[in-house]
C-alpha cells in the first residue's frame, strides 16, 4: 500500500502513533513545555550524541515550468535566470568543499529543457569523485529516471509536499507538472525503490494550517519507516520566506509552536533526522539546537553561482521555454534566488557556534569505501 492510500483515509483512520503525535501539538505552555523540551533534549543525546551534521545547497538552475504562487523560481516571475554547466557547477563544489563541506544537496527548478537527466547525472558524476555525500532536490522522476543519479553516486533524496491540503495544494499550484498532488506524494518510495540510501520529506509551513500539515507528515514519516526501511530518513520544517513574486502567507506557525512541533517530532521519530536551514533566525537556530536538530545547512546561497559567481555571464530571461537576453547588465547583476535566507553566519562561524556550545560538527559521516573497501 503506498502513501498516498494511507493519506486518503488519515482523517477517518489515523494509527496510534499519530493520534499521539496530535496530542502533543495541543495548547501547551509553561512546564509541560519544558518537560516536553527536556524528553528532547535526552532522546536527541541518546540516540545522536552531541553531534550536529553540516551540508549545503548548491543550486544548479533557478529554471521552471511549474507557476507555484509562493516560489521565486516560479515560472511567470520576471527574474534573471542560469543553469550552471556541469564545469562550473564542480567549481562552485570545488568552493565548498575548501570551506570544509563534504555533503553537498544539488538544488534545481524543474525544466526539462534545462535540467534533463543526462544534465544531472554529469554533475553528480563530477562531483562524487571528490564529495562522499551528495544529494539532489529536483523535480519529481520515476524510479527508473532516478536509477542512474543513484550510480552516479548520488546517494540522498529530498522533496518536500509544500502541503498536505489538497485544496491549497491546487491554489498554490497552478501551472506545470507539479500541480499532481498524489504523483508528488509518492516520490520517496519511489526513490526508496531507486536505491537511494537517504530520503527526505518536509512541509512548507505558512501555506495551510500547521498543525494539520504536522499530523499529515507524521503520518508520512510513519509510513516511509515501515516501507523504506533500508533509508535514513530526515524531516525538514521550513517556513516561508520573502522571495520574489512577493507572496503573503496566509498562515502562520509561530516561534513558540515550531519549537513544540520540533520536541513533538523528536519524542515521536526518536531515530529521524530533522533538519534546520538558514531560513531561521541565527538566534533560533542557536536555541533550538539541543531539541532534536541533527542536521544544519550554513553558510548557504540559494541562487545558481552564488557561491562563486560562476554563469554571470550568461544571465538571461525565460519566455515559453526561450532565452531572451535582458540587455546590459549591472555588474552587481546575479541570478535570482529562489528565498531570502535569515542566518547569514558562514560555514566556519556555524561550526564555531556548534563548538562553543559543546557540539561537535561533523562535516562527514560517509563514504563509499564502506560499500567498496
Not at 513533538?264 to 539546537?289: C, I, K, M
Not at 541562487?303 to 552587481?332: A, F, M, Q
Request: overall charge neutral; proline content about 7%; glycine content about 8%.
Amino acid at each position: 500500500m503506498s502513501f498516498v492510500e494511507v493519506f486518503n483515509r488519515l482523517d477517518t483512520a489515523p494509527s496510534p502513533l499519530v493520534r499521539r503525535f496530535r496530542a502533543l501539538l495541543g495548547p501547551m505552555d509553561g512546564a509541560p513545555l519544558e518537560r516536553l523540551a527536556a524528553e528532547a533534549h535526552r532522546i536527541t543525546l541518546r540516540h545522536f550524541g552531541r553531534t550536529m551534521r553540516l551540508f549545503a545547497p548548491l543550486y544548479l538552475s533557478n529554471e521552471c515550468v511549474n507557476n507555484c504562487k509562493y516560489c521565486g523560481f516560479s515560472r511567470d516571475n520576471a527574474i534573471l535566470r542560469v543553469t550552471l554547466s556541469p564545469e562550473q557547477v564542480e567549481r562552485e563544489a570545488r568552493h565548498l568543499v575548501a570551506e570544509g563541506f563534504r555533503n553537498i544537496l544539488l538544488v534545481a527548478g524543474e525544466h526539462p529543457k534545462f535540467v534533463s537527466s543526462g544534465y544531472l547525472e554529469e554533475c553528480v558524476s563530477r562531483l562524487a569523485a571528490f564529495v562522499p555525500g551528495v544529494s539532489l532536490e529536483i523535480g519529481p522522476m520515476e524510479a527508473g529516471e532516478y536509477r542512474p543519479l543513484v550510480r552516479a553516486g548520488a546517494e540522498g533524496l529530498v522533496v518536500y509536499q509544500e502541503t498536505y491540503h489538497r485544496p491549497t495544494y491546487a491554489e498554490m499550484h497552478t501551472a506545470g507538472p507539479k500541480r499532481d498532488f498524489d504523483w508528488r506524494l509518492a516520490t520517496p518510495e519511489r526513490a526508496h525503490e531507486a536505491g537511494f540510501r537517504r530520503i527526505g520529506i518536509g512541509a512548507l509551513f505558512g501555506l495551510w494550517k500547521w498543525e494539520e500539515d504536522a499530523v499529515a507528515l507524521a503520518a508520512h514519516l510513519e509510513h516511509l519507516q515501515r516501507v523504506c526501511w533500508q533509508a535514513q530518513l530526515t524531516v525538514s520544517l521550513p517556513r516561508l520566506r520573502p522571495a520574489a513574486g512577493e507572496f503573503e502567507p496566509g498562515h502562520s506557525l509561530p516561534d513558540r509552536d515550531f519549537v513544540r512541533l520540533l520536541c513533538a517530532l523528536r519524542v515521536t521519530f526518536p531515530t529521524v533526522g530533522l533538519v534546520l536551514s538558514t531560513r531561521e533566525s541565527r538566534a533560533l537556530r542557536d536555541a533550538v539546537l539541543p531539541l532534536g536538530i541533527t542536521m544544519m545547512s550554513a553558510g548557504s546561497h540559494t541562487e545558481p553561482g552564488g557561491y562563486t559567481g560562476e554563469g554571470k555571464e550568461t544571465l538571461h530571461h525565460t519566455v515559453r521555454g526561450r532565452k531572451i537576453d535582458p540587455g546590459i547588465l549591472p555588474p552587481e547583476a546575479r541570478a535570482a534566488e529562489q528565498f531570502c535566507i535569515a542566518d547569514e553566519r558562514s560555514a566556519s562561524q556555524v561550526a564555531e557556534m556548534l563548538r562553543l556550545r559543546g557540539f561537535e560538527p561533523v562535516w562527514k559521516d560517509w563514504d563509499a569505501a564502506i560499500l567498496n573497501p
